[in-house]
């Protein structure tokens, strides 16, 4: 999550749609000092829209709140490999011994998140602005910062090394993912 008073923003990380890239880029707008009628407490990085709503109430309301979204069999092909190659993430030991197939089996059984949990509120109404695509990350990164008024170049941070996200399905997996995440597929219109 980044926050700018200054020009009016709010970024929602949702983990592995581009999120530490968009931040780094975006994180130098977002420096200031906090003004002295409102005090902002320090929140998690992958803070929902509600959550953060709940937390700084108008403030909320009066900023262009932003996100970027990933086609979930791909998010689920990266967040994969993440977890597996980067020993301090907290689930590292316990996926590095999983393949595929066995990680969207657990993930879809123990610890399933939806993509639309961090832009809808308990009713399911989406209470972000704007959504952009990690597929068209750079044409919508631009529309972002055309609307906050600000120029900044997107750098790729954080990849996780992989092959194309198809190769990595079966019948089986792929149904899964559509079934386990058919709120996000319909919800952001997405495809295998």
Same mark, same amino acid.
């Given at each position: 999550?980044?926050?700018?008073?200054?020009?009016?923003?709010?970024?929602?990380?949702?983990?592995?749609?581009?999120?530490?890239?968009?931040?780094?880029? $975006?994180?130098?707008?977002?420096? !200031?000092?906090?003004?002295?009628?409102?005090?902002?407490?320090?929140?998690?990085?992958?803070?929902?829209?509600?959550?953060? =709503?709940?937390?700084?109430?108008?403030?909320?309301?009066?900023?262009?709140?932003?996100?970027?979204?990933?086609?979930?069999?791909?998010?689920?092909?990266? $967040?994969?490999?993440?977890?597996?190659?980067?020993?301090?993430?907290?689930?590292? $030991?316990?996926? +590095?011994?999983?393949?595929?197939?066995?990680?969207?089996?657990?993930?879809?059984?123990?610890?399933?998140?939806?993509?639309?949990?961090?832009?809808?509120?308990?009713?399911?109404?989406?209470?972000?602005?704007?959504?952009?695509?990690? #597929?068209?990350? #750079?044409?919508?990164?631009?529309?972002?910062?055309?609307?906050?008024?600000?120029?900044?170049?997107?750098?790729? =941070?954080?990849?996780?090394?992989?092959?194309?996200?198809?190769?990595?399905?079966?019948?089986?997996?792929? !149904?899964?993912?559509?079934?386990?995440? +058919? !709120?996000?597929? #319909?919800?952001?219109?997405? !495809?295998?």
């Amino acid at each position: 999550m980044l926050l700018s008073l200054r020009h009016k923003f709010i970024f929602i990380h949702i983990y592995k749609a581009a999120g530490t890239s968009v931040t780094h880029a $975006l994180r130098p707008f977002s420096r !200031e000092p906090l003004l002295r009628r409102r005090t902002v407490p320090r929140l998690p990085d992958h803070i929902t829209a509600a959550g953060l =709503r709940d937390t700084i109430g108008d403030l909320f309301d009066d900023c262009f709140k932003f996100t970027f979204v990933r086609n979930p069999w791909d998010w689920q092909v990266s $967040l994969y490999h993440y977890m597996q190659q980067t020993r301090k993430h907290p689930q590292h $030991l316990l996926v +590095r011994g999983m393949s595929f197939g066995d990680y969207i089996r657990w993930r879809v059984t123990e610890d399933k998140h939806l993509q639309k949990e961090f832009v809808t509120d308990a009713k399911g109404k989406t209470i972000v602005d704007f959504i952009g695509r990690f #597929e068209n990350l #750079e044409d919508d990164f631009a529309s972002v910062c055309a609307r906050i008024g600000i120029s900044a170049t997107l750098p790729h =941070r954080n990849p996780s090394r992989h092959a194309d996200y198809r190769t990595y399905y079966d019948d089986a997996t792929r !149904e899964l993912i559509a079934t386990h995440f +058919r !709120e996000d597929i #319909e919800m952001f219109g997405y !495809e295998f």
